[in-house]
C-alpha cells in the first residue's frame, strides 16, 4: 500500500501535542483519485478561517447566553466550562456546515448550535467528575469539579443540559425554521445525550469490557452525529440526507478519536514518558497501533463515499470533506483560534 | 448532595446503583424528558409544544431547580437564614416545578378549547373566523369526542389544575387559580 505524506496548503501550526515530525500517513482527500474540480476546491478552501469565524460568532453568543446572575457561582462554574479558551468547538461548527449544505442563512443554525456546545460541555463536566472518570484537567484547565467543587460542577451540568434547549426555543427565528422541525431537532439531541447515546457509552466506558468500538461509538461519534443530523434537519434536508449525515457525522467523530489515540501513543513513544493513559481502554491500547491505522482509513473512507452522496450540492459540500482531512492530519491549532 | 438514604420510602438510588450511575440516571431521565415531551404529544399544535419545552427547560434549570438546590447547599451550616432566604430556596426549588406542571397545562389546554370555541362560537364573539376547522377538516377534540365530551374534558383539565393548586397559600396563588379559570371560560 503507498500512501502519501499529508500537508495542506494552510500555514501549519501544530497540535501542543503533536510535534512536527509525526505524520499520519494517510491518502488525504487532496489527492489524485479525487476528481479535479473538488479536489482544486478542497485544497483551496481554508478550513482554519472558516473556523475562525463560526469559532468567534459561537462564542459571543454563547458569553451572552450565559449571564452571570445571582447566586454568582452556578453562573460562573457554568460559564468556566462553556467559555474554556481551549473548547475547539466542533459540535457547533460541525451544525452549522451541515446546515449550509442545505440552507442559506447560518441565524437559523446558530442558537442550535449553541446548545450543541452547552450540551457537550454539560457531557464532559460529569464525565470527568471523580465518580466519573475523575479526570483532573479538560481542555487544558483544571477540571469544573477541581474549582467548584463536586456539588457545584453537577449542577452546572444539570442546569447546562435545559438551557440548551431553552435556548433553542428561544432563539430560532421561527420564520426561518418550523416549529415542527425545531421538535425534531430537540428529540435528537435529548436522544443524543441520554440513555440511547452518551450516558450509554459513559455507562459502557465505566464498567469496563471489551466494547471499546461501541463506547467510541457511542461517545465521541455521538456528537459528531448529532452535530450534523440537527443542522441537516434545521434546513429542511430530507430522510435520506439526513441519514447520510448521520453515518458520516458518527464515522467523522470516531476517527478523530482514533486519531487522538494514535497520536497520544505516537507521542508517548517518542518521549517516553508515561503519557496520560486512558487506563488501556483506547484503540491503540486494544488493537496495536497497525490495526488503528486501518481503523483511520476505513473510516476517512466511509466519511469520505457518505459526502460523494451529496454531489448535487457541489462547493457546499466541502467545509465537510475538509473536516475529515483536519481530522487525521490536524493542520492548525483550534485553540490558537481563540486569540 | 444531601448524602440522603431514603427517597421516596426506598433507598436512593447512589446508594443502590452507586454515584457513577445515578448522575448518569439524572442525566437521562432529563434529556429523556425532553425527547418525550418533543415526541408523544398528540393534537397539540407544534407551537404549543415548543413553547411547553421552554417552560419545562426554564423551571430546571438556572432560573429554577437548579438555583434551589446551590441555594439549599450554600444555606448549610449558616445560623442567620432569614425567611426570605427560605422562601427563595422554596420557591426554586419546589415551587417552580410545580409552576411549570400548570403553566404547561394550560399552554396545552388552548388547544382543547380552542377547538371547542371554533365549533360553537360566532366569528364576531370570537375575533376570528368561526367554523373553519371543520371546513378544513381538521382532527380537533369536537370532532373526534363530539362537542359534549370535549366541553367534559375541558372542565376536568380545569378542575385537574386547580387540584394542583390546593396545598398552596390561597392568596399567593390566585393569580394562578383565576388563569386556569380564564382559559376555562373564555368566550374568545
Known amino acids: 500500500m503507498v500512501f502519501s505524506t499529508v500537508l495542506t496548503s494552510v500555514p501549519n501550526l501544530y497540535l501542543t501535542r ?20 473538488s479536489q482544486s476546491n478542497l485544497t483551496q478552501f481554508d478550513l482554519k478561517a472558516y473556523w475562525a469565524i463560526l469559532y468567534a460568532e459561537i462564542t459571543q453568543k454563547l458569553e451572552e447566553a450565559i449571564p452571570v446572575k445571582y447566586p454568582d457561582q452556578i453562573y460562573e462554574a457554568m460559564r468556566y466550562s462553556v467559555l474554556a479558551k481551549g473548547a475547539k468547538r466542533a459540535p457547533p461548527v460541525m451544525c452549522v456546515a451541515a446546515y449550509e449544505i ?38 487544558g484547565q483544571p477540571s469544573n469539579h477541581k474549582v467548584f467543587g463536586d456539588d457545584m460542577a453537577i449542577l452546572a451540568g444539570d442546569a447546562l443540559f435545559p438551557l440548551g434547549f431553552h435556548h433553542i426555543v428561544m432563539h430560532t427565528p421561527p420564520e426561518l425554521v418550523p416549529e415542527s422541525r425545531l421538535l425534531h431537532v430537540i428529540a435528537e439531541i435529548a436522544r443524543t445525550v441520554g440513555s440511547s447515546g452518551m450516558a450509554a457509552g459513559q455507562f459502557l466506558d465505566l464498567k469496563g469490557g471489551n466494547t471499546v468500538d461501541f463506547i467510541q461509538e457511542k461517545k465521541y461519534g455521538a456528537m459528531g452525529e448529532c452535530s450534523a443530523v440537527c443542522g441537516g434537519l434545521l434546513a429542511g434536508a430530507r ?10 457525522g458518527r464515522a467523522v467523530g470516531v476517527l478523530y478519536e482514533v486519531v487522538n489515540d494514535v ?49 448535487k450540492y457541489g462547493d457546499r459540500v466541502v467545509p465537510l470533506y475538509s473536516f475529515i482531512d483536519y481530522a487525521i492530519n490536524r493542520g492548525f491549532n483550534v485553540s490558537d483560534l481563540s486569540q | 448532595m444531601d448524602n440522603d438514604d431514603l427517597r421516596r420510602g426506598k433507598p436512593t438510588n447512589h446508594k443502590v446503583f ?49 438555583t434551589g438546590q446551590v441555594m439549599d447547599i450554600n444555606s448549610e451550616g449558616l445560623t442567620d437564614v432569614g425567611l426570605d432566604y427560605l422562601e427563595f430556596i422554596h420557591v426554586h426549588k419546589t415551587a417552580a ?3 411549570a406542571a400548570v403553566v404547561l397545562e394550560a399552554i396545552l389546554r388552548v388547544d382543547v378549547l380552542d377547538d371547542i370555541l371554533d365549533v360553537t362560537k360566532s366569528s364576531k364573539e370570537l375575533g376570528k373566523t368561526a367554523g373553519k376547522d371543520l371546513l378544513a377538516d381538521k382532527v380537533t377534540y369536537p370532532k373526534l369526542i363530539g362537542i359534549e365530551k370535549s366541553k367534559e374534558f375541558a372542565e376536568k383539565l380545569r378542575s385537574d389544575s386547580l387540584e394542583l393548586l390546593q396545598g398552596f397559600d390561597s392568596e399567593k396563588a390566585a393569580p394562578l387559580i383565576a388563569l386556569a379559570n380564564y382559559i376555562a371560560y373564555r368566550q374568545n
Open chain 1, 18 to 37: 503533536k510535534p512536527k515530525d509525526i505524520h499520519i500517513p494517510i491518502r488525504c482527500l487532496s489527492s489524485p483519485s479525487v476528481s479535479i474540480s
Open chain 2, 18 to 66: 452507586g454515584e457513577d450511575i445515578d448522575v448518569l440516571a439524572g442525566d437521562a431521565l432529563l434529556d429523556f424528558a425532553f425527547e418525550h415531551v418533543a415526541v408523544s404529544i398528540v393534537g397539540v399544535t407544534p407551537g404549543r409544544i415548543v413553547r411547553a419545552i421552554g417552560e419545562l427547560a426554564k423551571s430546571i434549570g438556572a432560573e429554577g431547580l437548579v
Open chain 1, 263 to 311: 497520536l497520544l501513543s505516537k507521542l508517548t513513544e517518542k518521549e517516553g514518558t508515561e503519557g496520560q493513559e486512558k487506563k488501556g481502554k483506547g484503540y491503540v491500547s486494544l488493537y496495536g497501533i497497525e490495526k488503528s491505522m486501518e481503523i483511520i482509513e476505513e473510516l476517512r473512507s466511509k466519511a469520505k463515499n457518505e459526502l460523494d452522496g451529496f454531489e
Open chain 1, 239 to 248: 430522510d435520506d440526507e439526513i441519514e447520510r449525515l448521520r453515518r458520516y
Open chain 1, 102 to 139: 442545505f440552507g442559506d442563512n447560518r441565524l437559523a443554525a446558530f442558537p442550535t448550535a449553541c446548545a450543541l456546545e452547552m450540551v457537550h460541555a454539560a457531557s464532559l463536566i460529569h464525565d470527568d467528575l471523580p465518580c466519573m472518570d475523575d479526570a483532573p484537567e479538560r481542555r
Open chain 2, 97 to 99: 416545578l410545580l409552576e
